[in-house]
T-cell receptor, first 118, second 111 residues
Framework: DGGITQSPKYLFRKEGQNVTLSCEQN?????MYWYRQDPGQGLRLIYY???????QKGDIAEGYSVSREKKESFPLTVTSAQKNPTAFYLC?????????????????FGPGTRLTVL | GQQVMQIPQYQHVQEGEDFTTYCNSS?????IQWYKQRPGGHPVFLIQ?????EVKKQKRLTFQFGEAKKNSSLHITATQTTDVGTYFC???????????FGDGTTLTVKP
């Protein structure tokens, strides 16, 4: 059963603690992404990775860190430096490449993790 | 930088009425995708448009890509309560490897 999973669905942490969100995919996708979504808002890109052992900052990377040691896994750490970490976090994956430069591919999203920092 | 704007931000309709959301990019897009996010859920891919002036239909949903490939629209005919959710468009970012999402249009349908 192919797909992308995130765990846990709900996560509560105390202020000042680092927390790591899990994202796993068995779609054999090279690219993986982390987005943050606040209530009533769109998707903001935190980090993305197109290949193992390489990743790039998105639009709101401050206070977050990632690793990409395996193709299937792209964990996100929300550090204590993130000023307002309470949000809905979505992980996605896609194939890489397409018809020339500037091409975007269909992204498959996980169910998300709702993080609440108390 | 590149911007993808969607209007309206919210739309409330009576069941059976039509609904349209518009997506406008500041740059020409190679392709564009549409996603739907149900309340409490995650975005799910609906369709991809590639050609200038392309029109695709999925039952009551009609998707259109503008001639200049800088705008797109999603039209729903005779809305149903199952259509509620937020609809996002997304296009390739000028930085390779990532997409730019619009802020979405949230549709509510009153039975």
């Amino acid at each position: 059963d192919g797909g992308i999973t995130q765990s846990p669905k709900y996560l509560f942490r105390k202020e000042g603690q680092n927390v790591t969100l899990s994202c796993e995919q068995n779609l054999n996708h090279d690219a993986m992404y982390w987005y943050r979504q606040d209530p009533g808002q769109g998707l903001r890109l935190i980090y993305y990775s197109q290949i193992v052992n390489d990743f790039q900052k998105g639009d709101i990377a401050e206070g977050y860190s990632v690793s990409r040691e395996k193709k299937e896994s792209f964990p996100l750490t929300v550090t204590s430096a993130q000023k307002n970490p309470t949000a809905f976090y979505l992980c996605a994956s896609s194939i890489v490449g397409g018809s020339g430069t500037g091409w975007s591919n269909e992204q498959f999203f996980g169910p998300g993790t709702r993080l609440t920092v108390l | 930088g590149q911007q993808v704007m969607q209007i309206p931000q919210y739309q409330h309709v009576q069941e059976g009425e039509d609904f349209t959301t518009y997506c406008n990019s500041s740059t020409t897009l190679s392709n564009i995708q549409w996603y739907k996010q149900r309340p409490g859920g995650h975005p799910v891919f609906l369709i991809q448009l590639v050609k200038s002036g392309e029109v695709k239909k999925q039952k009551r949903l009609t998707f259109q890509f503008g001639e200049a490939k800088k705008n797109s629209s999603l039209h729903i005919t005779a809305t149903q309560t199952t259509d509620v959710g937020t609809y996002f468009c997304a296009g390739p970012n000028t930085n390779a490897g990532k997409s730019t999402f619009g802020d979405g249009t949230t549709l509510t349908v009153k039975p």
